[in-house]
């Protein structure tokens, strides 16, 4: 038996929402942000075809489209609380509905951040997600705060997820377990929340790595008015079994990586390598910040390289 909008959304999108006013059953929410905080608010649109693939699967698909508004959360040193969910369906199928709502709360529940409304209707699949969170009032992490002397660091590593997408275009072949590998950081992204709010006060600008890791830091060159210099022999590889041309341009510019890159006086390079620690995840410096503007690549051998490609553009790829 077909099911309708308002039953769609009882049946598997209403929730308590504890830290909230009023939560999903009214025309709007209500929130009341913390004493002595500033709201945190981003969005992002995943639409099939453009973002993911058509048949992925929806527990994926409902973690992934929390985890890169989280890991915006954590780009801005904030604590995420809330999310409204948009969701444009082509049909009601109830077993895809229920992995998505399942892979979406996985993740909710485990950061604590609740869905207080959004909006269903019917046209080609896309999912859009609003998040919003607090940050202490004037301690929120921005593009525009790199400094000459600061280091550039990056978490984790970054080009898996763009290999997953060669591959599934049918552009390259690789072996069953570094498939597995690089589906899982396409898939289900891990937000360094955690990591995100530690640098409050530490780091002077972080951005998350979205479109590739030489195009958003070229936004933080640009907001703040600086040269990063990045050395290509420091930045970590994933451990991929594939030519070293594709490996470098994967790691470089692939994107969908959703890992931290941020910078901090070289005067706190102790105190980064013990937040990497108490955050559980691997930080590495792979630059330095000068006077001047863009971002300029040394090779391995030492001389500055033009990369064919510096990241993905919505309306340029």
């Not at 396409?186 to 409050?200: I, K, M, S």
Request: negative net charge; proline residues 4%.
């Amino acid at each position: 038996m077909a099911i309708g909008e308002f039953e769609l959304i009882r049946r598997y999108f209403t929730r308590s929402s504890a830290n909230a006013v009023l939560g999903i059953g009214d025309d709007a929410a209500l929130v009341a942000p913390s004493a002595g905080m500033q709201l945190a608010i981003a969005a992002d649109t995943m639409v099939e075809g453009r973002h993911f693939f058509p048949g992925t699967d929806p527990h994926s698909l409902g973690w992934k489209a929390l985890a890169v508004n989280l890991s915006d959360m954590a780009a801005m040193g904030a604590d995420p609380r809330w999310f409204t969910l948009c969701l444009t369906l082509p049909s009601v199928d109830e077993r895809w509905l229920s992995g998505f709502a399942e892979g979406l709360f996985a993740l909710a529940d485990r950061f604590g951040v609740s869905l207080i409304g959004g909006d269903t209707t019917s046209g080609p699949l896309s999912i859009s997600i609003q998040i919003i969170g607090e940050v202490p009032v004037g301690r929120a992490l921005r593009r525009s705060g790199a400094q000459a002397g600061d280091d550039v660091w990056l978490s984790g590593v970054t080009g898996a997820a763009a290999l997953a997408v060669r591959q599934r275009m049918g552009e390259v072949v690789v072996g069953d377990l570094e498939r597995e590998f690089c589906a899982g950081k396409l898939d289900r992204p891990e937000p360094r929340v955690v990591l995100g709010q530690a640098l409050r006060g530490i780091a002077t600008s972080a951005i998350d790595v979205s479109d590739g890791l030489l195009a958003d830091l070229g936004h933080i060159a640009k907001a703040s008015g600086v040269q990063i210099l990045l050395d290509q022999w420091a930045i970590p590889l994933p451990p991929l079994s594939v030519r070293a041309e594709l490996l470098d341009e994967l790691v470089l510019s692939g994107g969908d990586d959703y890992e931290l890159v941020f910078t901090a006086p070289a005067s706190r390079r102790t105190l980064v390598e013990d937040l990497a620690l108490s955050a559980g995840v691997s930080l590495t410096r792979i630059g330095m910040v000068e006077a001047g503007n863009g971002v300029a690549l040394f090779g391995r051998d030492g001389h500055i390289v033009q990369p064919h490609k510096a990241g993905f553009d919505h309306f340029l790829n």
